[in-house]
């Protein structure tokens, strides 16, 4: 867990120094020149939720399921293969150790999926000033089309809040897919990257049909930049925190411990 | 001589025998895909043509192109957002996920086989044969995926045409056989080699699924970085200085960085195995 | 054969495993490592197969030093802990695909050591549906196919029934009759001492003494 929480913090902090904090000088002219036209550099702007110029970002969305899962995806599988399951078993019932076994790999990686882009948000704002994101800046990604745009221009803070909270419950539950697949899967290196597989395979296939705006790879995204559906986002994540609840719950249930 | 010689074959036959009965299913998922990707590749080729646009019959050349040429140069600041080609990130995964999963429980439960090989060194080379072995099936499966789509109607020859290019990769272009040859097959699978003995090697000291990110990590910075240091820019055949992207990759240095990252992955891997001790984790 | 252990050592993790190990085992005998949990028997035994590498001292087998002359025992059979075998394979495929390695050992053999340690050869049945005890076997069958030199078994007959632990049992007494050398570890001190005709006590990482005397 320290791990994977240790390089998404690495993804911020490498954000930060390498795109943010050399920019800070500037913010100097804005105070010398107050007649400048442009906008200057604010704790949004700046912020690696909308650094779609950079690689971070997209970075962030790739390696995230894979870090995300590494902590206790696996954790089912290993305690099924080295008896660990049997000896909790008889000392505690299936319904305690599954629900305490789904909720820790839930919040694990709902945590590391979080981390980037909480604490570089921390260090943007301890860096740049707050200035409400306009939509004449142009540099935001966040359109009528998308989610929550009205959220953004009137509340920003509530904005990352959401995001915030829709990427600790999606990849929260993409990582609880993990504990589905270990009831038939017993290789641990696929049990583990299987959440990142099935993020990986919906990122080509809607690629390859065109059909981006359903892609959690991009409306994950604060900067999000394609047209998103919130009712949409918000069922499929839904959806997928249900659904592999209930069937994990269901098999662990009825599963015969060997 | 000949009786370890004799033995170094088995042990990398089991060795290929192993890998291919682990991943024979990830290479049909491979296979499956790139179909899926030509086939779509057809559709919109269709689609432009109805729509005024005369264009000629895709050929080979045209597919594996457009399967292989990754993303141009790209430069920061320009308003242009930092984009992943699809195609080119999948191939390269789908090979990484393959040589992860050989190789995951490199360090733990297989000690028999460690045993049964003699000599650490005899198994480390046959980990790293199989590991390019790995890659070669991978790019083989790639060719064959085209290889039928071939009965599609597409024709077979490598030829590549400027106005499908133009169409499919923004500007006209064509290449010598040979040329086409270094820089979209030989150079990509030099490097995509090197990226995984790095992997294999990094999986000796640290657990596949940090080894798995790191090789998406370096795949992501090398369509940021167009440096032939960053080495997965050998996979991103469009930032050769042959093609008119403005590309600054030279087929020589990066052929150079590659060979000298497998050499040293190679030896730093012969001399971690030699001094680990097995422990059989689970 | 000859196994000198020679002031052996070795710290892991900061914790020191084995200490100052000095120990000869010979050919035509069974030796027996009798000692609590966590006392270093295990260690020991990786140590002889060149599994682990020592922080000061060396594992001699007939003059060469193991990890530098030689990076593991040059005809061994070991059953430590979970063997990795293949769930979709039966059990003689999966003896058949390790045995491919070395190319030595021929489909009787395999089919022998399944029988011996009271398997059958022909069972179609995967890895994967094997009970524990039939693991455990298969495992012991894997050490002992093509009759080693060496065979090291740690703790051999856990998980196995009446019935098998007398098979094994008689392998092993025959094993001792072909005069290779067997280094096994058991709990059950009944069995240790009809087993074998020399016991190390390990503890905390030392050998405290050895009973019985080596041919």
Not at chain 1, 41 to 64: C, E, K, P, T
Not at chain 2, 186 to 213: G, H, R
Not at chain 3, 100 to 125: C, F, M, N, S, Y
Not at chain 3, 132 to 149: F, H, N, S, V
Request: aromatic residues 14%; contains cysteine.
């Amino acid at each position: 867990m320290f791990t994977a929480w240790l390089i998404s913090l690495g993804i911020a902090f490498f954000h930060y120094f390498t795109c943010e904090f050399p920019y800070r000088i500037y913010i100097r002219d804005y105070l010398d020149y107050p007649g400048m036209f442009i906008l200057p550099h604010n704790s949004f702007s700046m912020w690696l939720g909308f650094d779609g110029a950079s690689f971070y970002l997209a970075l962030s969305y790739l390696v995230i399921p894979v870090l995300a899962s590494f902590p206790f995806a696996g954790s089912f599988l290993q305690d099924k293969k080295t008896g660990y399951l049997k000896n909790v078993l008889s000392r505690a019932t299936r319904i305690q150790y599954g629900v305490a076994k789904y909720f820790a790999v839930f919040i694990s990686a709902g945590t590391i999926a979080v981390t980037p882009l909480l604490a570089d948000f921390l260090l943007s704002s301890a860096t740049y000033p707050y200035i409400g994101p306009l939509p004449a800046e142009g540099c935001f990604g966040v359109y009528e089309t998308t989610m929550f745009h009205s959220l953004f221009y009137s509340m920003p803070y509530w904005y990352v809040v959401a995001f915030l909270a829709l990427n600790f419950v999606f990849f929260g539950a993409l990582a609880t897919l993990s504990l589905c697949v270990a009831f038939s899967v017993e290789r641990l290196f696929f049990v583990e990257l299987f959440p990142f597989l099935v993020y990986f395979i919906l990122y080509i296939a809607l690629n390859v049909f065109n059909l981006v705006q359903y892609c959690p790879f991009f409306f994950l995204r604060p900067d999000q930049g394609v047209e998103c559906n919130p009712v949409f986002v918000l069922g499929v994540t839904a959806a997928l925190l249900v659904g592999s609840f209930l069937f994990y719950a269901f098999h662990m249930k009825h599963e015969d411990v060997f | 001589m000949k009786r370890k010689t004799a033995c170094f074959s088995h042990v990398l036959l089991h060795d290929i025998r192993y890998s291919i009965l682990i991943s024979w299913k990830k290479y049909l998922a491979l296979f499956l895909v790139t179909e899926a990707i030509i086939g779509a590749l057809m559709v919109r080729i269709q689609s432009d043509c109805q729509l005024g646009m005369v264009l000629p019959p895709l050929t080979a050349g045209d597919v594996l192109t457009y399967l292989l040429s990754g993303a141009k140069i790209f430069r920061y600041g320009a308003g242009i957002p930092f984009e992943i080609p699809y195609i080119w990130i999948f191939i390269y995964l789908m090979i990484a996920f393959i040589v992860g999963e050989n190789h995951a429980n490199l360090m733990t439960s297989r000690y028999m086989e460690l045993l049964l090989s003699q000599e650490k060194h005899r198994w480390w080379a046959s980990k790293c044969i199989v590991t390019v072995l790995d890659v070669l099936l991978a790019y083989v499966t790639i060719f064959a995926a085209v290889g039928i789509s071939l009965f599609w109607g597409i024709k077979p020859v490598l030829k590549i045409s400027p106005d499908i290019m133009k169409a499919l990769i923004w500007k006209a272009f064509t290449l010598k056989p040979n040329q086409w040859t270094v820089i979209f097959v030989l150079l990509p699978i030099l490097t995509s080699v090197c990226i995984s003995l790095l992997q294999t090697v990094s999986i000796l000291f640290f657990k596949p699924m940090i080894c798995f990110a790191g090789v998406i990590t370096l795949l992501v910075v090398s369509l940021f970085y167009c440096n032939p240091a960053v080495i997965g820019n050998g996979t991103l055949p469009l930032r050769n200085t042959i093609l008119p992207f403005e590309g600054t990759i030279r087929t020589l240095d990066v052929a150079l960085a590659d060979a000298v990252l497998i050499v040293a992955s190679i030896i730093i891997g012969n001399i971690k195995i030699k001094k680990v001790d097995l422990l059989s984790e689970v | 054969m000859k196994i000198e252990m020679k002031d052996y050592c070795k710290t892991l993790r900061g914790a020191e495993v084995l200490k100052h190990i000095n120990m000869t085992f010979t050919s035509g005998n069974v030796y027996g490592l009798k000692g609590q949990n966590g006392c270093g028997k295990t260690m020991m035994m990786r140590a002889i197969c060149g599994l682990i590498l020592p922080t000061s001292g060396e594992v001699l087998i007939d003059g060469k030093v193991l990890g530098k002359d030689m990076s593991f025992p040059e005809s061994v059979g070991v059953l430590i802990e979970n063997p990795a075998f293949i769930n979709a394979y039966t059990g003689f495929k999966n003896l058949r695909f390790l045995a491919d390695i070395q190319k030595k050992i021929t489909d009787e053999e395999i089919r022998e050591a399944i029988t011996e340690v009271g398997l059958d050869p022909d069972d179609k049945r995967s890895y994967r549906k094997y009970s524990l005890g039939m693991k455990e076997r298969l495992g012991i069958a894997a050490a002992i196919m093509g009759t080693p030199e060496l065979i090291i078994l740690d703790e051999p007959l856990n998980g196995i029934d009446e019935s098998g632990v007398e098979m094994i049992k008689k392998l092993i007494a025959d094993l001792k009759e072909k005069s290779k050398l067997v280094i096994m570890s058991c709990h059950d001190a009944e069995d240790l001492y009809s087993l074998c005709n020399v016991v190390v006590n390990v503890s905390a990482g030392k050998i405290i003494s050895t009973e019985g005397e080596a041919k």
